[in-house]
């Protein structure tokens, strides 16, 4: 029996350092982004707000988090609007070879991430999209398509077919079911499907790498080639931005999931 | 019957997606699978460079190995965790839960330059280290494999706890009850009863951090050493630094297919499911 204690003290101990190990380096970069020294050194000496104040003062940090704004919402809603559509034709029509459109649907999701970032480059030089938001807002939304597809597929399969077959019988035409009936029971999924791919439009680093320009750049890419300079803690503000934008969207995210009654993958 | 004609329309709502797909996506992998055997010159010649010169092999054999290393780890610490979160209160489970989930929604350049920040010489872990006196000068912690490591284990972790949380959460108490019953003491009865149980989640979660793993850019490339760089990065670096599309092409169709592979076994063998986000 004394045995299984000690087992058990490892265990819990384990994941207590598991759990530090996940956590603290982003606790600590939020600590330092407020820091008043001009380095990174833990504990912080004082406290400011420079470094917020630098972020809005400086041109290209402003021109590149409006660059993943104006990237993020049309890839997001395209996303969800392609993506639900998918998600209806692939449970509710018969369609021949459903599991291989599926699966090409799903493919982004499944394929290396460097795989379809260099393929897209090598295409998008030759279609002039390299370097456009145009072309960032295609690849975009092509990512973040499975995500939808998988959030809200699940969520239909949930809903009790006879009730769309009831509005058919009384007259609805498919659209008109669609919109009053099916739309209010997966409009959770629909919009948690939409947090998920603004979520990760804003977060994407590897692909926008690839085909955006020093003009066109998003604000991952622009961290990405600012953290291999000099690194102050400007970049430990956009750090913490960033990661406040993906908190908000994952507190929005489980008070809807509770409230629309979805089951989130752990309860 | 007007019924089936209704079903049939409504599954054309797919075509604008698959059209997408098909434009933005299919199409690019394949332009990029026939570089890789017509550039400069139609042949196999870049998978033949790619699979025998000694440079591209160490590539590709540290990415195996980068790969493996921290899949075990995800498992070690995984495992623990999955555990204690079913086995847990209701409070408890729901603060580890969220403890999973934060970082799972958290950039992993935002992850990644944490670690940066951390592993630094000078650092808050080797300041920890120092001033606690358990080291005499600074680790190297960074620009080496122990950085990639470091950081790879910690952002890949999510994708062994939700598979084994999953599986854990399904087994049936009452075989360790039977198994401590019969006289089975109790860490005997975790190895031969509760841990057969879980391996299709072990599994699952195995293969998920391996296959993320192998085309990880991202950690490796920030935290890694210049000399022990994994296959994306060098992808990368041929195309950016040479315009080497060939060469970067085969070495990426070999990534593909190295990662089909391992998913088809998975599936075949074990019956793993692609169910990324759990």
Redesign the interface.
């Known amino acids: 029996m004394q045995q299984v204690h000690i087992w058990n003290a490892a265990r819990i101990a384990v994941c207590i350092l598991v759990a530090v190990y996940i956590i603290a380096p982003i606790v600590i970069v939020l600590i330092i982004s407020f820091s008043s020294a001009p380095f990174l050194t833990f504990p912080p000496p004082g406290w400011s707000m420079q470094w917020y104040e630098n972020i809005v003062g400086n041109p290209a940090w402003i021109r590149s988090l409006w660059v993943s704004l104006r990237v993020m919402l049309p890839a997001g809603i395209a996303a969800t609007v392609l993506g639900t559509a998918a998600a209806f034709a692939l449970n509710r029509g018969r369609i021949p070879g459903a599991a291989a459109i599926n699966g090409i649907l799903m493919a982004p999701l499944v394929v290396p991430v460097i795989i379809t970032a260099a393929a897209l480059f090598g295409v998008f030089r030759i279609w002039g999209l390299y370097g456009t938001i145009g072309g960032l807002i295609l690849a975009h939304t092509v990512l973040t398509i499975p995500y939808v597809l998988s959030t809200v597929g699940a969520s239909l399969q949930l809903v009790d077919r006879r009730l769309e077959d009831a509005a058919a019988n009384l007259g609805a035409t498919p659209w008109m079911a669609f919109r009053s009936v099916t739309l209010p029971l997966i409009l959770p999924a629909v919009l948690s499907g939409l947090l998920f791919a603004m979520v990760i439009s804003f977060d994407e680093l590897v692909v926008s790498l690839f085909i955006s320009t020093p003009v066109v750049r998003p604000v991952t890419v622009q961290m990405w080639s600012n953290i291999r300079g000099d690194v102050d803690p400007t970049i430990a503000a956009i750090a913490t931005l960033i990661f406040l934008f993906s908190l908000a969207a994952l507190l929005v995210e489980s008070v809807m999931s509770r409230s629309g009654g979805r089951k989130t993958p752990f309860s | 019957m007007p019924?089936?004609v209704?079903?049939?329309?409504?599954?054309?709502?797919?075509?604008?997606?698959?059209a997408?797909?098909?434009a933005?996506?299919?199409?690019?992998?394949f332009?990029?699978l026939l570089?890789s055997a017509s550039d400069p010159v139609w042949g196999f010649h870049n998978y033949a460079t790619a699979l025998s010169e000694a440079i591209y092999l160490k590539v590709l054999w540290n990415t195996v190995a980068i790969s493996g290393a921290t899949t075990i780890f995800c498992l070690l610490?995984g495992y623990?965790?999955a555990?204690?979160?079913v086995h847990a209160g209701p409070a408890a489970?729901r603060i580890?839960?969220y403890?999973?989930?934060?970082?799972f929604?958290?950039?992993?350049?935002?992850?990644t330059?944490?670690?940066?920040?951390?592993l630094?010489p000078k650092?808050?872990i080797n300041?920890i280290l120092l001033g606690i006196g358990l080291i005499a000068r600074p680790l190297e912690l960074i620009y080496n494999r122990t950085g990639v490591l470091i950081g790879m284990v910690?952002i890949l972790?999510p994708f062994m706890v939700?598979p084994l949380?999953?599986v854990l959460s399904r087994i049936d108490g009452s075989y360790m009850k039977a198994a401590a019953n019969l006289g089975a003491?109790?860490?005997p009865a975790f190895f031969r009863v509760y841990l057969p149980l879980s391996l299709p989640g072990v599994f699952t979660g195995c293969m998920l951090v391996f296959i993320i793993s192998?085309?990880y850019?991202?950690t490796p490339a920030?935290l890694g050493g210049r000399r022990d760089i994994m296959v994306?990065q060098l992808?990368?670096e041929q195309?950016d630094q040479f315009g080497d599309?060939g060469l970067?092409?085969a070495l990426?169709m070999i990534?593909?297919a190295g990662?089909a592979l391992i998913?088809t076994l998975a599936h075949k063998v074990f019956g793993v499911k692609?169910a990324?986000?759990?």
Not at chain 2, 6 to 18: E, F, G, M, N, Q
Not at chain 2, 105 to 111: K, N, Q, Y
Not at chain 2, 113 to 118: E, M, S, T
Request: glycine residues 2%.
């Open positions: 019924s089936t209704i079903r049939d329309r409504r599954a054309w709502l797919v075509a604008p997606a698959l997408l797909l098909l933005a996506f299919v199409y690019p992998v332009w990029l570089r610490f623990p965790m555990y204690t979160m489970r580890l839960i403890i999973v989930l934060i970082p929604w958290t950039s992993i350049l935002v992850r330059f944490a670690w940066l920040v951390l630094q650092g808050l300041d910690q972790l939700f949380f999953s003491p109790p860490l192998l085309g850019f991202i920030l994306a992808i990368q195309i599309w970067s092409a990426a990534l593909l990662t998913f692609p990324i986000r759990a």
